[in-house]
């Protein structure tokens, strides 16, 4: 039995990039303590798969194919999201990307397409968000950082991560300017800052011994996370049990930035 601090059944809530991945992992995951889940992505290719997922949990599902990077269209996602669900009372900002190159290597087009969705992205579709949640009285918003906006990696193979940790580190940033903003209106704003999570977008870095070993070494715990420890983070921030928390950001980073 679910404690009812963490309980999510009837509320609503929108992932981005809930297509695959982190973000698949998470909208299931919120269903699985109650919410029905809209999700946004610009791929919905899978969307049969995860919808009947979901709805194996006895929760509601819908899909909106569309692309946060033009921000004409996240005032129409929360309101089709809102219309179709009955509302919105969680917003999970999880659609992300990142450019493996040498400083030299990165282009004015590979610095602001990391930006325009890793951050840009995060403050419309926050902003749409939060005014319709003051609608209902409030709600939660999760936005994804890393760990690399707070400690950045010295990839063995000299990658940047300039572009990657800055868009992430302005949304650690964002998180408490939001945090403020709307403290008063009941909506809590926090973000999670991962380390390296196994997802099919990091299986190049498994595969390359010299940067997998480097990753582990540099970590406490030695490994890679799991998309599975994201979902318990999610829930708690989008429960009744973090209603004092906000502008605060959640490290899950196997005691990288501890040491």
Not at 37 to 42: G, L, Q, R, S
Not at 181 to 188: F, S
Request: glycine fraction near 10%; include cysteine; hydrophobic fraction near 40%.
């Amino acid at each position: 039995m679910t404690h009812y601090l963490f309980d999510l059944n009837g509320k609503k809530a929108l992932v981005t990039g809930g297509g695959r991945g982190i973000g698949k992992t998470i909208a299931i995951g919120l269903a699985s303590a109650g919410a029905d889940i809209a999700i946004t992505d610009i791929d919905i290719s899978k969307s049969t798969e995860i919808k009947e997922e979901i709805q194996k949990l006895g929760k509601k599902c819908v899909f909106i194919e569309s692309d946060i990077t033009d921000f004409s269209n996240c005032k129409q996602i929360i309101s089709e999201c809102s219309m179709n669900l009955g509302g919105l009372d969680i917003l999970v900002n999880n659609a992300g990307t990142n450019v493996r190159k040498t400083v030299n290597e990165v282009t004015e087009e590979d610095w602001d397409k990391v930006l325009d969705l890793n951050l840009k992205s995060y403050f419309f579709m926050t902003r749409e968000a939060g005014n319709e949640m003051k609608k209902y009285n409030g709600g939660k918003v999760i936005n994804i950082a890393s760990l690399m906006g707070w400690s950045v990696f010295r990839n063995p193979k000299k990658q940047t991560y300039a572009p990657y940790a800055s868009s992430k580190g302005g949304v650690i940033s964002l998180t408490r300017s939001f945090a403020i903003d709307w403290a008063e209106d009941n909506i809590q704003v926090n973000a999670i800052c991962p380390t390296f999570i196994e997802t099919p977008l990091t299986n190049v870095l498994k595969e390359d011994h010299l940067v997998y070993d480097a990753i582990c070494k540099r970590t406490p715990m030695g490994r890679f996370g799991k998309m599975e420890e994201l979902i318990g983070p999610c829930i708690f921030l989008s429960s009744e049990a973090s209603n004092l928390i906000t502008g605060t950001s959640i490290l899950v980073d196997g005691g990288w930035y501890a040491s």
